[in-house]
Each structure stands twice: as C-alpha cells, then as structure tokens.
C-alpha cells in the first residue's frame, strides 16, 4: 500500500473526456497507468459515469469547461505533469457552422497549448486524425501508407483544416518554454476511422438498419478500403506515448503517429457489418440499380436541403458530397512507427474488438435511436 502510493504522483488532465474516445482513455488510464495520482477529466458535458470511477486510488477530478475559455483551461492544466487533449467538434455532417468548428479544435488547442506554457505543464499528447492527411479533395487514395509516405493533403472542409491547423500548433509548441524555464514536449497521434463501444455512427447504422427491416444498402464499391481501428487500442496508444514522451523527450517530442492496429482493411460499410451482421443485419448489394452519379446526385441534393432548411431547422444526414467522397476514396495505413519509437503493440486483437464491439452493438438493441 505504501508502496503504490509512493509512485503515484502524476496528474493528467484528459480534455474531451467525456467523449467517445476520452472516456476510453479515462478509463485505460485508470487501468494502466501506475504512477497516476489524480486523473482530471475535463469536457463541457460530463457523463454520470465519472462518478463510479472516484472510488479507486486514484483522485479523479471531474472539471465543467469549455477549450475555447482560456481561463476554463489554464485552471484545468494547472499543476499537471501531462495534457492529452482529446476535446474536438468532430462534425461532417454541417451540423456546426465552420466558425464553430475552428473556435473549438484551432483556438481550443491554442488556449491548451498556451496553458501548458504559462503554468509548466511539459507533455502535451494531441489527437489529430488520418484526415490532415487525407483523402484530399482530388480523392487521391491513400493505399497502406505510413507516416512518411508522400500525399498532396489539400483540404477544403472546415473538419480537416481545422484538425490540420491544430495538429501545425502542436507540433510547432514542441521545446518551447514553459514556466519554470523546461521545454515543452508534444506529439500528435492520428487515428484513422475509430470504432467500437460507444460509437455513435455504428449505433446509427443500426438503427437504420433496423428500421429498414434488418437492411442496409451498399452504396459504395467494396473495393474503397478505409483504415479503421479499435478504440481500445487508440486509448492505450494514448496513455504509451504519454509515458514515454516522459522517457524519450528528444526522440517522440515534435512526431506524429497513426493510430493503427491489426483490424483488417475492407471498404466502411463491410467493416461495419462485421458487428451489424452478427446482430441480425443484412448488407444488400445495390450497384447496379444505385450508380454513382445518382449517389453523388442525392448527397448535393441533401447539401441544398440543408442550405434551404438551415433557417427553420437542422437537417444533417449522413450522406453529403464531402461524407461520400471520403467514403468512396481508399484511405488506409500500414505503419510500425509508434513499435519502433515507443514500444506499442495493440492491447486488443482483432477477434477481442470485433467481440467487444458486437457484444456493444447487441445492448445498443432496443435503446432509443
Ligand atoms: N471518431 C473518429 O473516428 C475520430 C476522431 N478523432 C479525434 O478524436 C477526438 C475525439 O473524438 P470522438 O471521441 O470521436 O468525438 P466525441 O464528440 O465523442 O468527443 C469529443 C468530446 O469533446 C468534447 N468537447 C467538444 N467541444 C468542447 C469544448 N468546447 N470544450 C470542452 N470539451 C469539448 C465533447 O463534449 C466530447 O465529449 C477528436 O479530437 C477527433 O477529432 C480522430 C480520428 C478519428
Ligand atoms: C455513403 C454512405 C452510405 O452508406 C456512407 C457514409 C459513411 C460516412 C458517414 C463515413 C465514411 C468515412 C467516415 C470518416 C472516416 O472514418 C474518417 C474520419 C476521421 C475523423 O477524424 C472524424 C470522423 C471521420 C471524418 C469519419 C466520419 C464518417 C465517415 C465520413
């Protein structure tokens, strides 16, 4: 007992840690991470589940905050070893206004950044994306590629620039000084498409499915790839590299990491159907009867509708030109650069995230859409 108090002394500060991702994080921290001592989970909406965490050892802060507060943030980070700043608006689907978008994940990541180095926090993880590299607007695939692979990233959405833009800061931040007069180390990870518990857009899909009488409909050609990856191995990336950007500050402080893991490379909406199939759902082929054209058709038509229908209310359905241009270019990863520097291997095997994701799909069954 003495004993683990004595190593636990460090304090992270998780921003977004009520999100889809955080909590996973929150939670691999808690589980992994020895030397914690208080963990400070910090989101604009707070889920009820925090509660059942602070009887552990560890002292788990729950903060109400808004990133786009500079004063909310450098409360936050004060007096904490190390920041992983998860908190972003992830929005396709022009439910926010760019401006929105910017204010959270550029001027946010500014106002983390610019707390670090007035209070002398020195380990900043960021998660960036696969999408500041692409696919770019000319839809140019991105066939197993790595960190270093060569890609024209031009985007136009204000999601990808505003992640870009981020990503640039973080980078940039890294040696600058901090209070106390040490430099600050950051890194950015960059998972490709997340899946597993908690998955908004799977439990959509779902629904949709259900609704459509155990039917979903293939609109896109099953030979697009996309990368995707378990989110409990994106958490547990994120608490490795946070350990050892302790460890290794000249060799992970100022990199970049895609989040990667062995789940296999398919097209989206085959990947999903590994959890929607086991959970009763059937994936239709309809090529020949929904060519491309039309699909492009409908996602301007549904971009139009949004743009007439803005004043009275928000229509945001999942299919727009950007959403299907993204779906429809191959986009996927084959690195080993986070083995090589910080010594990941994935926590979850494929078989553990596809049965841990179904096993979630399965209680997702019945609930409210
Ligand atoms: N979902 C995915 O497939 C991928 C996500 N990412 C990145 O991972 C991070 C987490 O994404 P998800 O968990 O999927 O999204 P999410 O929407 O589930 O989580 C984001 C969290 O940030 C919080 N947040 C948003 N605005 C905030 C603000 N102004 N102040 C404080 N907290 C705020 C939200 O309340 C939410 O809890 C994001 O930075 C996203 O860009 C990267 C690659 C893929
Ligand atoms: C054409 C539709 C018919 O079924 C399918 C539409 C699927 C899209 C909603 C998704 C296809 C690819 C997804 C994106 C991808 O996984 C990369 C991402 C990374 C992020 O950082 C945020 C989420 C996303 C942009 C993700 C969003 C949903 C898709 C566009």
Redesign the pocket.
């Known amino acids: 007992m003495a004993e683990a108090t004595e190593i636990r002394k460090l304090v992270y500060l998780v921003?977004?840690?009520?999100?889809?991702?955080?909590e996973h994080v929150v939670r691999m921290l808690l589980q992994r991470e020895p030397r914690l001592s208080e963990l400070r989970v910090?989101?604009?909406?707070l889920g009820p589940w925090l509660e059942e965490l602070k009887t552990g050892p560890v002292r788990v802060t729950a903060i109400q905050?808004?990133?786009?507060q500079a004063h909310e943030v450098a409360a936050a980070v004060a007096g904490a070893h190390v920041v992983i700043h998860?908190?972003?608006?992830?929005d396709v689907f022009g439910r926010a206004s760019p401006e929105t978008i910017y204010e959270?994940?550029v001027q946010?990541t500014k106002n983390v950044i610019e707390a670090c180095v007035q209070t002398g926090t020195r380990f900043l993880v960021y998660?960036?994306?696969?999408?500041v590299v692409g696919p770019n607007i000319k839809g140019h695939p991105f066939y197993r590629g790595n960190e270093d692979t060569p890609y024209e990233a031009v985007h136009k959405h204000p999601y990808p620039c505003s992640?870009a833009q981020a990503e640039q800061l973080v980078l940039e931040a890294n040696g600058r000084e901090v209070h106390g007069g040490l430099p600050l180390v950051t890194c950015a990870l960059?998972?490709?498409?997340?899946y597993g518990e908690g998955?908004?857009i799977m439990r959509d899909f779902y629904h949709q499915g259900l609704r459509l009488g155990g039917r979903l409909f293939r609109a896109i050609p099953a030979s697009v790839e996309h990368g995707r990856v378990y989110v409990g191995n994106v958490a547990w990336m994120h608490v490795l590299v946070a350990r050892e950007l302790q460890r290794q500050t000249a060799l992970l402080g100022g990199q970049v990491y895609f989040c990667y893991d062995e789940s296999p490379y398919k097209s989206y909406e085959d990947f999903n159907m590994e959890f929607l199939g086991p959970c009763g759902l059937r994936l239709v082929e309809t090529r020949l009867l929904v060519p491309y054209w039309l699909l492009m058709l409908l996602a301007a038509l549904n971009a139009l509708l949004q743009w007439l229908l803005r004043p009275l209310l928000l229509y945001a359905p999942l299919l727009n030109p950007y959403t299907l241009a993204v779906a429809n270019t191959t986009f996927t990863v084959s690195t080993d650069k986070a083995r090589r520097h910080f010594g990941y291997e994935p926590l979850f095997s494929w078989e553990d995230s596809r049965s841990r994701t179904i096993r979630w799909v399965r209680a997702v069954e019945g609930s409210a859409p």
């Open positions: 921003t977004g840690g009520c999100g889809f991702l955080g910090f989101d604009l909406h905050g808004d990133v786009t998860t908190a972003g608006l992830v959270v994940n946010g998660t960036s994306s696969m999408e992640k960059r998972p490709t498409g997340i998955h908004q």
